[in-house]
């Protein structure tokens, strides 16, 4: 979030990564969006799961070709992320966010995962008074 001119000007010559300013300017735009949602929003994490209901959706899929690239929901999530300044968070990646953090279980049902994960839930936060 901190990256000045000179930075990026590094990163652009660094041939170990995607040198694509556009990219790199996107993720350090929304290293500052994140920041602003911990220092003066609900916090990342309270931002994602409100819309779960703080709890992870179990779908009961029995083929990978059943699995959706995205959703309704993780086109929700991807415009509410956007509108906070977050670039790159289209509805395909949220939805791989959402699969790879546990939101979404879309474990296939003979999967050996799929009655574990489906057991997740997250702890509801104490509200403050």
């Known amino acids: 979030a901190r990256y ?51 709890k992870p959706l179990v ?20 415009k509410e992320l956007s509108s906070r300044g977050f670039k790159f968070v289209g509805p395909t990646i949220v939805y791989a966010f959402m699969q790879a953090t546990g939101m979404v279980n879309d474990h296939l049902v003979d999967c050996h995962c799929h009655a574990t994960c489906g057991k997740t839930r997250r702890k509801p936060r104490l509200k403050a008074k």
């Open 4 to 54: 000045n001119a000179k930075k990026v000007h590094a990163l652009m010559n660094d041939v170990g990564i995607v040198r694509n300013k556009a990219k790199i300017d996107g993720a350090i735009l929304s290293a500052k969006s994140y920041l602003d949602i911990m220092e003066k929003g609900p916090g990342f994490s309270k931002l994602l799961w409100d819309f779960m209901d703080g």
């Open 59 to 78: 779908n009961h899929f029995k083929t990978t070709a059943s699995v959706p690239a995205s959703t309704p929901l993780s086109v929700q999530i991807s």
